[in-house]
């Protein structure tokens, strides 16, 4: 129990990854398939419309992180396909991260997650801890590591007979797919901790628990909605009807939207009983989306549709916000920086941040915070994209916008929606409405000339004065998060 009156509440950032924001049941999903998360909703405040900058991890959480759009702080690449320039460029864009930042004003910073690399700025303890009792490490190698082995091993597999139908099959991509299933079995030693809420959460309690001193920040990365969508069977929906097994693995994810779901619950129920819940300020959202099928993409999170970009955002706090309110305006995940740190009344002037305060959308003095969101991608093709309050267009700047992972064309090389009368997205109207897309791709120009701007300005103002990234590439490390990587099907 604090003793004292704290300046600042304690922060618990909660990313989900691949969290879909409809798969959620306040953002319209099944009822009672998320009900810890709906109430939060309930009781605080719930962004409607918020928008990821970038649909692969790196780049978004980096953008979480610090407020920026990835062409401003430098990270455009993901996984194995981040370049040297992308670490020089962030090093010395002087990029400050929300740990940093905290920590600087006396918070105690800890992560439980293995991202890893710059990601580690600014925390008192990143990862996640190992079983040190002999016998309990005897009961996790004997009975549950073979467990969670086969349980990936079958996942794993099932994705790869959906994936052998849908793609163009050659002898290549039959090596490329049992590799990834190769990779999947070796390295589930680490998979079977990092992606488990149950896991996560109880070691987040721990430090809960063991923290003497407030205010803290603690960063939950929770990974049971990326493929292969792992969580205990009861959390899957059991339907009597036969079900093909592309129903089935969407039915595990939304199984692992409800496991997430309850281990929440489980945390929260551990700042009641420290007595801290209303000292502390929890953020729940996710880096992306994820597209279980539609636009013919399985299972993974490429595009930039609706499904992928479109993500959860709620905060609650009963002494910060203790009016109730859902929140319609268009907010990307670059607005969370300058708002937390707006809250708590910490000077942002000189971050640089490319995000607002969503402040006055929060208390009422305004309705909306911008006209519209920006977003890209880059890892199985290449798109930038721009959304209003009605209307999507996105562009393929290299051409026609192949994709290397689903071995096809998803669509041409611009694309147009009326959200309001086709809020799937499937009638492109491009040919239909060839001004408006005109005007829209003008005006997608303009913001990636400001953004590149701002880029070459900040460079320009840092230049010798960043960070060194070299300190944070540990060759061990590097190995080890490769080896996830590779694991979770992102490495080639």
């Known amino acids: 129990m604090q003793k004292k009156e704290q300046k600042h509440p ?47 991890t790196d780049q978004s959480l ?58 580690k700025r600014g925390f008192d303890f990143y990862g996640y801890e190992r079983n040190k009792n002999i016998w309990k490490k ?122 997430v779901d309850k281990c929440l619950g489980d945390l929260i129920a551990a700042l009641k009983d420290h007595h801290i819940l209303e000292d502390t300020l929890i953020i729940v959202t996710s880096d992306h989306g994820e597209s279980l099928t539609e636009h013919d993409m399985f299972f993974d999170h490429h595009g930039l549709y609706e499904v992928t970009t479109h993500v959860p955002l709620i905060l609650f706090n009963p002494r910060l916000f203790s009016e109730p309110k859902k929140i319609q305006g268009l907010i990307q995940h670059i607005d969370l920086v300058p708002t937390l740190l707006d809250s708590m009344g910490i000077d942002n002037e000189n971050l640089e941040c490319d995000g607002t305060s969503m402040m006055p959308l929060i208390k009422g003095d305004r309705t909306d915070l911008r006209e519209f969101v920006f977003f890209e991608e ?24 192949m994709c290397s992972y689903c071995q ?21 109207a491009v040919s239909s409405d060839r001004k408006l897309a005109d005007q829209m791709r003008a005006e997608l120009e303009k913001v990636i000339q400001k953004l590149d701007e701002k880029r070459r300005r900040i460079l320009e103002k840092h230049d010798g004065t960043g960070h060194d990234l070299e300190n944070w590439q540990d060759p061990a490390d590097q190995k080890r998060i490769k080896k996830k990587l590779r694991s979770l099907g992102y490495m080639d």
């Open 10 to 56: 304690n922060i618990i950032l909660i990313v989900i990854d691949a969290l879909r924001a409809r798969n959620l049941g306040c953002y319209g999903g099944l009822p009672m398939a998320s009900p810890n998360i709906d109430k939060l909703a309930g009781e605080g405040i719930q962004f409607t419309n918020c928008f990821s900058c970038w649909n692969t």
């Open 62 to 119: 980096t953008s979480i992180f610090s407020g920026r759009y990835p062409r401003t702080h430098g990270i455009v690449h993901h996984g194995d396909k981040v370049t040297a320039e992308d670490m020089t460029t962030f090093g010395k864009s002087n990029t400050k991260l929300l740990a940093e930042l905290l920590h600087e004003k006396g918070f105690q910073t800890f992560a439980v997650d293995w991202m890893g690399r710059w990601f």
């Open 138 to 259: 005897f009961i996790y190698y004997a009975f549950t590591l073979p467990l969670v082995h086969l349980r990936y091993m079958a996942a794993n597999i099932s994705l790869l007979r959906i994936y052998s139908k849908i793609r163009k099959t050659s002898l290549s991509s039959i090596w490329k797919g049992f590799k990834g299933v190769w990779n999947t079995f070796r390295f589930t030693f680490e998979l079977a901790r990092v992606q488990d809420a149950d896991y996560v959460t109880r070691f987040a309690r721990k430090v809960i628990g063991d923290t003497a001193e407030s205010p803290f920040f603690l960063f939950l990365h929770y990974w049971d909605t990326h493929t292969p969508y792992h969580c205990p069977k009861k959390y899957v929906k059991r339907d009597k009807s036969r079900k093909s097994k592309v129903e089935k693995i969407a039915s595990k994810y939304q199984g692992a939207v409800s496991y």
């Open 378 to 401: 880059s890892y199985v093709q290449r798109k930038i994209g721009l959304r209003n309050k009605r209307h999507k267009y996105i562009y393929a700047p290299d051409g026609i916008g």
């Open 408 to 428: 096809k064309v998803h669509a041409g090389a611009e694309e147009l929606y009326d959200l309001e009368k086709d809020p799937e997205e499937k009638q492109n």
